[in-house]
Structures are given as C-alpha cells and as structure tokens.
C-alpha cells in the first residue's frame, strides 16, 4: 500500500486577470510506506509534476486578455475617421465583462485611419458608463491620448496606431450594476476618430 501526498510551499503567488493565482515555489512529493522500486517512485513524482505543470499552464491561457466584438457607438448622423482592426479588453473573457470594483481595466485598441480621414493634431479620451439610457462620465489619466495612450500624434490617413489605455473602477461605485461602457477617442473638432460599446457588469 502505497500513499502519495503533493505538498505545495509557495514563496509568492501571482494573480493573472480577476480570478486566477498561481503560486511560485518548491513543489515536493511525500512518500508513505516501504517502496518496492525507486522508478516507482520516480515515474509517479514525474507523473504528478507533470500534471501539476499543464494545469498552471492552462490556467495561464485560460485567463489571458480577450478580443473582443465591440458594439459600434449609435449615432447615424456621424461615421468614425477610423476602421477597428481588433479590441482587447482585460479582464473581459466573455460579454457581459465583469469589473469588480478597485481594479483597472485595460484596453488595447489597434486602429487604421480611414483614406478619406482629416488629420487630427489632437485625440482626446473620453468615457462614459450608460446606466438605464443615461451617460455617466467616467474619470481617466489619458484625456490626453497624444501623450498618454502610445498613439502617434497627427493621426493622418491611412495611419496605423495601437492605443493602450486603462479605466479604474472606483470602489465607491454601486454595485452590482449593469451598464455599457462607451469609449471614445475624439480629434480637436470632437468628432469622433473612434466610438465602440460593450456591456459590462461592476461586481464587488
């Protein structure tokens, strides 16, 4: 009769996203009661070790920052300077995105102007949670998108550009709330260079 026991000592853990940890550290193998083989032992250490590695692994990937199809702003009257090639929210694995309050929710938007695009000599962030129809401003540090987000400023036509920027979700705000959230990038006339929404929940 043979018993096995995985002890785990972590010297740190690291959390991916919202939800998952993983711990740093010595994984060691017990062994209880008398061995017949030392590769006995050896292929079940290697076994269990192997198991253990692909579960980090996976818990990893599993929790990896999302593309995401945004909803495009309404508003007929107005067509964006630009085409969305891909958005990236985190944490955001699936619709509705689930925010808990105190974190910072990033964004990566990659984005080409359109031919026909007027130049922009400025970009400015602006954010919005809609609540019940109602718009309802959010604070951000990147207001300035020319010096904040890694965009490069004049935007002309025909221009490729990855904006990065991140939305903290203060704990004072209620919760649980649904909402969308609206995001904007506007040039110096306010018209919009982009516009996209995406439902999404605050969680405590």
Request: proline residues 8%; positive net charge.
């Amino acid at each position: 009769m043979y018993t096995l026991r995985l002890v785990l000592k972590p010297h740190s853990s690291r959390c991916v996203g919202s939800k998952w940890c993983i711990c740093t550290g010595p994984i060691h193998f017990k062994f209880s009661g008398t061995s017949k083989s030392e590769s006995l032992r050896k292929m079940l250490s290697s076994a269990v070790y192997k198991f253990a590695l692909i579960s980090a692994l996976l818990s990893i990937h599993v929790a990896r920052p999302q593309k995401v199809n945004v909803l495009p702003c309404v508003n007929p009257e107005v067509t964006p300077d630009c085409v969305l090639n891909e958005v990236v929210i985190n944490p955001c694995p699936k619709f509705p995105c689930q925010f808990k309050l105190g974190i910072n929710v990033s964004a990566e938007i990659t984005f080409t102007m359109n031919a026909t695009a007027t130049t922009a000599s400025k970009a400015t962030t602006v954010i919005h949670g809609i609540i019940g129809g109602v718009p309802v401003p959010f604070k951000t540090p990147y207001t300035d998108a020319c010096a904040t987000t890694g965009i490069r400023c004049p935007l002309k036509a025909k221009d490729e550009n990855v904006y990065k920027a991140q939305l903290y979700v203060e704990p004072s705000y209620p919760a649980p709330l649904d909402l969308y959230v609206k995001w904007e990038l506007r040039d110096q006339t306010t018209r919009d260079i982009f516009c996209f929404r995406f439902p999404a929940q605050l969680v405590r």
